[in-house]
């Protein structure tokens, strides 16, 4: 079974300086994809960023980047200038092929501090 | 732009009663997922209808039933409530062929309050 690890229950950032969020993931499967969550207060889940297994290019939208190391089977985020509205739960997660049965991690609290 | 709806966004319920999600998907999006996220915990996937028909299914109870409707809303029905299934219950909604494999597009749950 897959299994999706996040082993930083909260971290805090200064406001415009960056952050970097850790995911370690566990499957035996070949073809699947990884995702950040972000979930502020208001509880919606919103989409950051996605990653393909297959692509060994890093996935980048604007201040979100993440660090995809395959054989390590980690997925860690990086947040550049963090600013006060990042301030949220951040989910990993991992879905096996196209299917939308996502598998989060346990999730990681970010504090932003102005 | 719109975005998945569901209703109601809050809700109490006595031990032993039924309560009823409904989701509204976004327009043209094809399957639906259903998810449970316990207080301090992450989302656990329940179920997934892909036009109309069941999908996948994962940790939901047998009290628990769902579908989806010739409009492609879906409904989570829930019997015979306990406690321990007092949650936030997240829809999400994607398009098959997007192109974007797994990208789901969530709503803003419904908070189910059992006592």
């Known amino acids: 079974a897959q299994t999706v690890t996040q082993s930083q229950p909260e971290m805090s950032v200064q406001e415009a300086e960056t952050v970097t969020l850790s995911c370690t993931y566990d499957?035996?499967?070949?073809?699947?994809?990884l995702f950040w969550y972000k979930q502020p207060p208001s509880r919606q889940m919103i989409l950051v960023i996605r990653q393909e297994a297959y692509k060994q290019q890093n996935a980048t939208e604007n201040r979100f980047s993440v660090n995809f190391q395959k054989a390590a089977k980690s997925f860690s985020l990086k947040i550049s200038d963090s600013q006060l509205g990042d301030a949220a739960m951040y989910f990993c997660a991992y879905s096996s092929g196209n299917t939308g049965k996502l598998i989060f991690g346990q999730g990681t609290t970010l504090q932003v501090k102005p | 732009a719109a975005g998945v709806i569901q209703s109601p966004r809050h809700l109490i319920k006595e031990k032993r009663e039924t309560a009823t999600l409904k989701c509204y998907p976004i327009?043209?999006?094809?399957?639906v997922y259903w998810y449970q996220q316990g207080p301090g915990q992450d989302p656990q996937f329940l179920i997934s209808f892909y036009e109309k028909m069941q999908s996948d299914k994962g940790s939901i109870p047998d009290r628990f039933s769902a579908q989806q409707f010739s409009d492609y809303h879906s409904e989570l029905n829930m019997s015979s409530l306990e406690l321990g299934d007092s949650a936030l219950y997240f829809c999400?909604?994607?398009?098959?062929?997007?192109?974007?494999?797994?990208?789901?597009?969530f709503g803003e749950g419904s908070r189910l309050t059992v006592l």
């Open positions: 327009p043209r999006h094809d399957t």
């Open positions: 999400a909604s994607s398009l098959a062929l997007s192109g974007r494999p797994g990208e789901l597009f």
């Open positions: 499957t035996s499967e070949s073809d699947y994809y």
